[in-house]
């Protein structure tokens, strides 16, 4: 139960992540792309993670929703994504 327990938990914070970040280049640079890409790689592998629990392999799910948040925290960190001053969701530096 604990490892459903800890799916969960990461499902809920990385859908909360998704919400907040924004893409951070100007539209028709090179890196908006890049932003996009982050974007599209967190929505699929969250999809996936949605999937998994849904199936009821908590195993995955977490997997999957680490990858997920991975991509979007990646992409806050190079720039690529505005996360705010979001310190709970994202790893931030100054």
Same mark, same amino acid.
């Given at each position: 139960?604990?490892?459903?327990?800890?799916?969960e938990k990461y499902l809920r914070l990385t859908?909360? =992540?998704?919400t907040r970040v924004r893409s951070t280049p100007p539209a028709r640079s090179f890196l908006s792309g890049a932003s996009e +890409?982050?974007?599209?790689?967190a929505r699929a592998y969250l999809a996936d993670a949605e999937?998994? =629990?849904e199936k009821?392999?908590?195993e995955r799910a977490l997997a999957a929703?680490?990858?997920a948040h991975g991509w979007l +925290?990646?992409?806050v960190r190079l720039g690529l994504l505005d996360g705010g001053?979001?310190?709970?969701?994202?790893?931030l530096f100054r």
């Open positions: 139960m604990a490892e459903a327990t800890l799916a859908r909360e =992540a998704l +890409d982050f974007l599209s790689m999937h998994f =629990a009821g392999d908590a929703a680490s990858y +925290d990646a992409g001053d979001d310190d709970q969701r994202f790893t």
